[in-house]
């Protein structure tokens, strides 16, 4: 393993396994059109569970908060932003692109506020009294999960939920014999966006600074006089509003939308947390997109082993790495 890392080490490290993993898929897929399709779909795939990632990604490593209810935010995320493009319908069918993207725009903005205001009050409420517990902080958020799902069922009834889209992102853009969907390429980009948006304040702020000491030492940072509290909700808020502004862009990907979509999307969520490691947006967004390439790569090659395929990959790379992929903290 040691002489396997040294070699990674030279040429790039742990950074080539999205492309060791797209040589090998590949050579075994065999027809160039399939595997450029299945490659960008597995891309975009990974942009969208990166965005619901990232931040339970910070909050898990600063605040060290095993938040179970992280899906809740995702589910709602969906839903408001499914309402709001539903309100908006004329606008989608409209023949102006600029009323198509303003009715895209707001629905995104909804679900990223809605975010916002609940991650402040499941913080203030909900996380606050049980830090430093994880046992507690497992039993209450998942008794929140529970109940966030009866309050969408309550709201939006448990019928399956239709999400339209604007006419500009549907179809595909056919090259040769390559399908490159349009919704897909869109929400690339979205997630490159706020990666970068993300690493700008993570390195180039003194929030960023303080987020990433607090990573790594909470304590020196509480000893030089910050209040951590403060910091701990805004993380906290971000990331809630992360994990809603994902849920509206699966929801845009799935097109129909249960209020089970929460519980599905929390496995691979913490799958790839685990797997990039704790407190690391660069160790997400790999993870991220090594577990999107897998499960579009395996569920054409091998379709029976698509739902066990994350598990999988995540036992070999803990067996590797146990720390992750690229972790900030231990």
Known sequence: MNKLTDTLGRFGGVNLLPVALAAIAFVLIGAPSSWVTLTIAGLSMGMMVFL?????????????????????????????????????????????????????????????????????FFETVIIRPVYRDHLRQILITMGALIVSEQIILAVWGGTPVTVPRPSFLDGAWIIGDVSIEKYRIFAFGIGAVVFAGLLALLNRTRVGLLIRAGVENREMVESLGFKINRLFIGVFMLGSALAALGGAMWAGYETLITPALGGEMMIVVFIVVIIGGLGSIEGTLLGAIIVGLTANYIGYL???????????????????RPSGLRPAVK
Do not use: E, Q, R
């Open 52 to 120: 619901m990632a990232s931040g339970l990604s910070l909050v898990f490593g600063l605040m060290d908060v095993m938040n179970f209810g992280h899906s809740a935010f995702i589910s709602f995320g969906a839903f408001v932003a499914a309402s709001v493009l539903a309100a908006l319908g004329g606008w989608l069918d409209s023949d102006s692109i600029l009323l198509a993207c303003a009715a895209l725009a707001l629905a995104l903005i909804a679900a990223i506020a809605f975010g916002l205001a609940a991650g402040l």
């Open 302 to 320: 091998a379709p029976k082993l698509a739902l066990a395929s994350n598990m999988l990959l995540m036992m070999a790379i803990l067996m590797w």
